[in-house]
């Protein structure tokens, strides 16, 4: 009970910055759960690991972190087994559990078994593809026509809507920023210097060119100076990118590509904007402390800018 209180009470009002899509996480959430076991397990996941990041008290946090990962695992399986048979009736609950699950992955993935008294917003991982592959979890069946159908005809429909994604100008600084980008990715492609890895092919430049133009996009949305006409779901919105990239983008990121790493930097700063909620802490900084640290001599200075943008000391790194 004393999750599902602290769910009620304040892990729900973490999830957007918009108010409809807060009351559908507190009230409708819940509801749901409570007909659908498997949902109440992520549930008493993402309320544990918040518990667990509020908690100053080691011994407390660690606690509370085998707690959510005990609920998450139960929750997990319980869902994949479900995807071969995705109903009107069970679909919200998956659609629940895998928005959750992107949260839970980027608060998972903080240093809670430290005693250190900032583990809680240092991010902890050695493979830079890691937290994308699981957040990639939320299967492509969720994406068919039929179940966005069912999902708008409940009351999760906000959720579904974090405001339309208008295309905007850049700044002209960010213009400028997004050419330098498209010349060493694409146009001028920066030699590779790593001992024994490839050059940067024509596939690799082309999945670059793919997935720069749709960063772009975000981010001339995201960033932009002016109020948008409608409500906007900063997470939501924010957290598309990184879900809908090609799949052999994640995989150069897997192989520490340099190209994969200077967009993994960039993306970043729009990383950097939800540092307030505490599953995104860190996670701007340390994204680029990580690309810095894999890339070759030649290819860091392309990292300096988001840097500078997310408050991140490279000198120090």
Known sequence: MELLHHYTVSTSLTFST????LEVYRLAAPEIAFSDPPLMNGLLAISGLHRAHCCSDI??????????????????????ERLSNLTRENCPGVFLFSAWLTLYVLGSMHRLQSADPDAASVIDFEDPSEWIRL?????????QSAVWSWIRESPLRPILEPGLVTDEPLSPELERRFATLRRALIDEPLPVSTPDAPQMDEEECKVYAESLAMLQKYTAFILRPSTPEGPLDLVGTTMI?????PDRWVDYLGQHRPG???????FAVLVNNLRGFWWAKGWGQGLVVIAWKLLPPEWKSLVEEPAERVGCTLGAV
Do not use: C
């Not at 990118?241 to 990239?245: L, R």
């Open 135 to 143: 957040m990639r979890g939320v299967p492509s069946i969720l994406r």
């Open 260 to 266: 994969a790493l200077v967009m993994l930097a960039q």
């Open 241 to 245: 990118w990184p879900n809908i990239v």
């Open 18 to 21: 918009r108010s409809d899509v």
């Open 59 to 80: 011994e407390k946090r660690r606690l509370y972190s085998t707690i959510a990962a005990a609920h998450q695992n139960i929750a997990l399986g319980a869902f994949r």
